[in-house]
């Protein structure tokens, strides 16, 4: 049966499986839909798009040559390459819940699973275009950021009585508000809204809303419910995190980030938040396998690009310079040279030379081949502007491990100056972890791995008191180091027996708390064991 108001609206059908494209065709021409075309991968979709105006998009989330569904509705929304007037349906034959939460992120129309019925193909057809013909005029206002006309035509289609629509109205009408930043309006529009109906978008809203307008207390209470259920607690872990990093609670931030990096992992920008609060947090394993999801899931995406490679190769370097177990270092090594290989094979033409200069001298860092390490370094010339900070801040790092300090603390000042001058830059988190890695590098002149052997010789030597500093210092910034945190308790102890120096409990604490956590190998769980012994005995109650 033809869907007569709609049979020549243009359909642009994404789909590579010849079989599901076949059936599609057959379908929209028992349908009567007249104007359809065919691209069978994403790249031809895009072409498409950029010559056409499409009213509805049916694409497959399965594409599998260079980018598949996710990537391409991604880089079609970022680039504008569709207007919200646009229906997206996603297909797809598998049902995961990371797959299904990752693609309602997105906010695509609808969602068909395959295989799929002509019934429910015309349904889901009917129901998009109607809706999105319905709300033509609002959704070209709000593509063209005309909020406050937009505002106007929603109150207007709002009390003109009975809408057909009225609840997307009103949940467009509270993201215009918020993005017009009337954020009391906004509160007192979803507590309205809540009153007559416990709609999920209000309640998310209203948690934003009351975040933009530091209101953070209240805000607290409400994603803890939002949290417990299964429909809201993605973008609620989303909005808490929101919320820890604006308090600088960053432990709890990188917690929520990591939530909802599992449920659904295919979001970069979610996936480099984690990354660089996870370095705030000295948790470079934490960073690494953030990295290795970014370059996972950026390959062939518009998300792709040299730096991904990069990054994800420095943060495998951080990551090993953190740990004194072989086997982990080794295999570290190992994909980080992997990575620098991928990057030659994905962007062979890219200029990339000076940055692989200074992660090949980290390597031999590594490797205990200072020499070879400081003479990479010393052939760099100076740039006299910042183009990456993330080539910067690795260059800098460099530069304080193999003691070039001078240098290091230039550098870092330029980067810090740079940010602050490029407002596009100038994220709070980012700014964070600038200054903290400048001014632990200041306080701190030795490497990691130099200062761990410095305090181990000051240990042996009896110089308890020099050990101690150091120990704590190589704490400070490797707290996940497991051999670092059992020397340092192992210092306070013997600090405190021989020389009746305060014990410190706090810092106790955190070494149990990361032994605890550790897989411990035979020799250090016995040291462990013992010293645990040994604390009871001086009646020390370091596990408070």
């Not at 470079?284 to 370059?295: D, L």
Request: net charge neutral.
């Amino acid at each position: 049966m033809p869907v007569q108001p709609f049979v020549n609206a243009k359909i642009l059908i994404v789909e590579e499986q010849q079989l599901a494209l076949s059936y599609i065709k057959q379908s929209l021409d028992q349908l009567a839909y007249k104007n359809v075309q065919f691209a069978e991968n994403a790249q031809l979709a895009k072409e498409s798009c950029i010559h056409h105006k499409f009213d509805l998009i049916i694409c497959s989330f399965d594409l599998s040559k260079r980018q598949n569904g996710y990537q391409l509705y991604e880089e079609l929304l970022k680039k504008r390459l569709i207007r919200q007037s646009t229906g997206f349906i996603f297909t797809s034959a598998e049902t995961s819940p990371e797959l299904v939460h990752s693609i309602v992120e997105l906010q695509p129309d609808d969602f068909l699973v395959k295989p799929f019925s002509i019934k429910e193909l015309k349904a889901r057809i009917e129901r998009v275009l109607k809706r999105k013909r319905s709300l033509k005029a609002l959704y070209n206002l709000i593509d063209d950021e005309n909020y406050s006309k937009a505002l106007k035509l929603i109150n207007s289609e709002l009390e003109s009585g009975e809408h057909a629509y009225s609840p997307i109205l009103l949940k467009l009408k509270g993201e215009t508000l918020l993005k017009l930043k009337q954020f009391d309006e906004t509160k007192q529009f979803y507590r309205s809204v809540l009153e007559l109906q416990k709609f999920t978008w209000a309640k998310l809203g209203l948690v934003e809303t009351l975040i933009a307008n530091n209101e953070d207390i209240m805000a607290q209470k409400m994603l803890k419910s939002l949290i417990e259920k299964s429909e809201t607690r993605l973008a609620a872990l989303d909005l808490l995190s929101r919320l820890e990093l604006k308090l600088n609670q960053f432990e709890e931030a990188q917690e929520s980030l990591v939530k909802a990096s599992q449920i659904a992992p295919r979001n970069i920008e979610r996936q480099k938040s984690l990354s660089t609060v996870a370095r705030i947090n000295h948790d470079y394993e934490c960073s690494y396998n953030a990295q290795k999801e970014i370059a996972n899931f950026a390959r062939f995406s518009m998300h792709d690009s040299p730096e991904v490679y990069l990054n994800a190769a420095r943060a495998g370097i951080d990551f090993a310079l953190s740990t004194d177990q072989h086997d982990q270092i080794t295999r570290l090594t190992r994909q980080t040279q992997q990575y620098l290989s991928d990057l030659k094979k994905q962007f062979p033409n890219a200029n990339n030379q000076t940055q692989i200069d200074v992660l090949n001298a980290r390597l031999h860092y590594l490797k205990d081949e200072h020499t070879k390490a400081r003479q990479l370094m010393e052939q760099l010339e100076d740039e006299p502007q910042i183009r990456s900070v993330d080539a910067a801040l690795d260059k800098a790092k460099a530069f304080h491990e193999l003691g070039f300090q001078h240098k290091a603390e230039a550098l870092f000042g330029q980067i810090i100056t740079h940010c602050e001058r490029h407002q596009q830059q100038k994220d709070p988190t980012l700014m964070h972890l600038l200054q903290q890695q400048q001014d632990e590098r200041k306080n701190i002149t030795m490497g990691p791995k130099e200062l761990n052997n410095h305090a181990v010789k000051q240990f042996q030597k009896g110089q308890l008191d020099v050990a101690l500093e150091a120990f704590t210092q190589a704490f400070r910034v490797m707290p996940k180091n497991a051999s670092i945190a059992l020397n340092l308790l192992q210092c306070l102890a013997d600090a405190t027996g021989k020389q009746a120096t305060t014990f410190n409990s706090n810092l106790a604490e955190k070494c149990y708390k990361t032994l605890s956590a550790a897989q411990l190998e035979t020799e250090q769980q016995e040291r462990f064991d013992k010293l645990q012994a040994q604390l009871a005995e001086m009646k020390l109650d370091f596990n408070a």
